[in-house]
């Protein structure tokens, strides 16, 4: 059970009136008090061991997946679609990440509203870490700045804020596109490492907003986080 804490002006006056209990002749002494740490962030779980087949693979996908409801956003109250075909992950620049092409499950959901969506897409592989897919990631932003992603030639502008909505680390990576179009639209994804696990979430609020569009990135990363510890 969490302890409370006192507060400083009530401790103060704590330590005034032991003071004054001495009487006169009691030398004061100083205060020893100190304020406790301040308790360290919980530490993920464990990983699992590595999937041993193909269903187990998927079986953790499905595992993995959010679950929005109202309360997160008025928009968000049921998915509207989801499906276990193999979609790629994002990677601009070129046709797919290498070690994409070696997946054993994947799993996408969509939440679709008028002013929001979202895509939450989960993929697991039998022999491939993670961080190898985020590595090739890594690699294809350092080059790619613009490309095209239609096919009548509409062209995305790679953005990398600072800071970023969420920090970046060898299991992170988080950017933002500027999406050309009638009028200015961004989208911004998450992607997330753990085991041979994978997963990413694209994610435009407010029309395209940028900075709405952050912030529901901000909101949505620990719930993300919290579900791929359910497949590693």
Known sequence: MMRRRLPLALLSLLIVAGVGACGPTAAPQASTWSAPPTPSATPPPPLRPAPTTAGQVRSRVKAAMLDLDAEFHPETADYAEENTEAVKLIAPCRDSLPSDRKRSGQRERLWRGKKVWIRQYVVGYLKVPGRKLADELRATLAK?????YSSDGKVSTILRP???PVP???ETITFCERLASSRPFHQCTLLLTRGNFVLEIDASDENGDL???QKLLIRLAPLAVTALQKAA
């Open 144 to 148: 790619c700045k613009r490309y095209t």
């Open 162 to 164: 600072t800071p970023p």
């Open 168 to 170: 970046n680390g060898p």
């Open 211 to 213: 900075a709405a569009t």
